[in-house]
């Protein structure tokens, strides 16, 4: 198959259903077929290739594009434009991508629900911020798509559509020209259909860059690499009962402990009901705080058009100490370093990834479940492995140690692959 073909067979299926789903906020498709024959020609001329090489991809609408408008999911900035483009832009060129356009965000990638309807059932809610990221890989608009995560906007969307979904170790991907809400826990976060694309993908995207004061200056994970690989031996998980679990749907914890049961021996149950108390309340602090800083200008030039909840958020985190917030940023500091051996007995933690089914339009949901996670800076990744009652997607949450997400995707095929093989011979 040429690009221009799996390009033009994924911009025909975004025109034919996006009126309804809403998923793209800016569409080029005259450049984007461009940018598909460029890259044919390249293929029929013998060109070095990258590993994305013509693969359509989806870019949420907080990341800059000096070709597209970033109208960071507001109606008032709908038209803005940058000057250059982010970091992650740079590297899917640099890697053959070809980029069709901008996925729709929550307004300023917060808590407010974005014009976005879920893929299955349009009464529901994709949740959010990174909505239309989460819908357009879910309904088969594009492989990949680009998003983000600050407490729990890549996971929990990827939950409800039913994908495949990654945030990577904090640091690993350069944030540069990505809306900045909140320096410490803004995070890139990776859409895909199979497992197999979020560790490419990762590994495209993933490169040291000065211009990110959170980038490690260190050699990154070869998560396609590690995750090809037999584990060494058989994963072992963890399941932590976290003080917010009655906030999981009755059909979800049945469903995760029907997970649990089937891993048998290799699942460790731990009461952390006190353990990590406090850890939500400092990543809220941190949140706040941040954001009312970076987002004081919409506050000052867009109070007007912005919604009562972000309002109050920007003028609450003005009223947080910088003693309080000095707290909670040694509060993670120290989890941070807690989490640095425990994974010396675990391959990964096991864990819900939203509190059950999509809500109803109208709510992006409940970030809870990836709180703790994101505020440690730990990989992430959720797996479409469960149905809800009335038959929507519900996913599973694995998480791994820093900068071990290689091993992160290789413990998530090995449960993907030891779960399948299980229903098979159940089946005979």
């Known amino acids: 198959m040429t690009s221009v073909a799996l390009v033009s067979a994924c911009l025909d299926k975004i025109e034919a259903e996006n009126d309804q789903l809403k998923a793209w906020q800016f569409v080029d498709r005259d450049a984007a077929l461009a940018r598909a024959a460029e890259m044919d020609k390249r293929r029929d001329h013998g060109k070095p290739l990258g590993r994305l090489h013509g693969i359509p991809v989806g870019i949420k609408d907080i990341i ?34 070809v980029i069709l356009g901008k996925t729709v965000t929550t307004p300023f990638a917060f808590l407010d629900a974005a014009e976005t309807r879920h893929p299955i059932n349009p009464a529901h809610s994709p949740g959010g911020s990174s909505s239309g990221s989460a819908a357009a890989v879910a309904a088969g608009h594009v492989p990949i798509a680009i998003g983000s995560q600050t407490n729990g906007s890549t996971i929990r969307p990827a939950s409800y559509c039913g994908t495949y979904a990654m945030k990577p170790t904090s640091g690993l991907i350069s944030r540069r ?19 197999e694309d979020l560790a490419l993908v990762s590994d495209c995207l993933g490169s040291y860059d000065p211009a990110d004061q959170a980038s490690l200056a260190a050699p990154r994970p070869h998560c396609a690499q590690d995750m090809a690989d037999a584990p060494p031996v058989e994963p072992n998980f963890v399941w932590l009962n976290m003080p917010y679990f009655d906030r999981l749907a009755a059909d979800a914890r049945e469903g995760l402990m029907e997970l649990v049961d089937a891993l048998g021996g290799q699942v460790e149950q731990i009461d952390a009901e006190h353990s990590f108390k406090g850890l939500v309340e400092a990543h809220k602090i941190i949140q706040d705080y941040e954001i009312a800083r970076n987002l004081d200008w919409v506050l000052r030039d867009h109070g007007d058009a912005i919604s009562e909840k972000l309002k109050a958020t920007l003028e609450h985190g003005q009223t947080i100490s910088d003693e309080a917030y000095g707290e909670a940023l040694g509060f993670r500091t120290d989890s941070i370093t807690y989490f640095e051996t425990f994974y010396r007995d675990f391959d990964a933690i096991l864990a819900p990834s939203a509190p059950g089914e999509a809500p109803q339009f109208g709510s992006t949901g409940d970030p809870i479940f990836s709180t703790i996670w994101t505020l440690c800076g730990l990989p992430c ?39 399948s093989q299980m229903t098979e011979n159940e089946g005979d």
């Open 381 to 419: 990744v959720t797996l479409p492995l469960l149905v809800s009652e009335t038959g929507l997607p519900i996913g599973a949450q694995l998480i791994g140690g820093r900068e071990e997400d290689g091993r992160l995707l290789r413990t998530a095929r090995w449960m993907q692959e030891h779960l």
């Open 64 to 97: 800059d594009t000096k070709d597209m408008p970033t109208g960071l999911g507001s109606a008032v900035l709908k038209d803005r434009s940058a000057s250059a483009d982010a970091a992650v832009i740079e590297r899917l060129l640099e890697e053959g991508a």
């Open 177 to 195: 020209g990505v809306l900045q809400t909140s320096q410490t826990l803004d995070q890139v976060g990776i859409f895909a259909a199979t497992l």
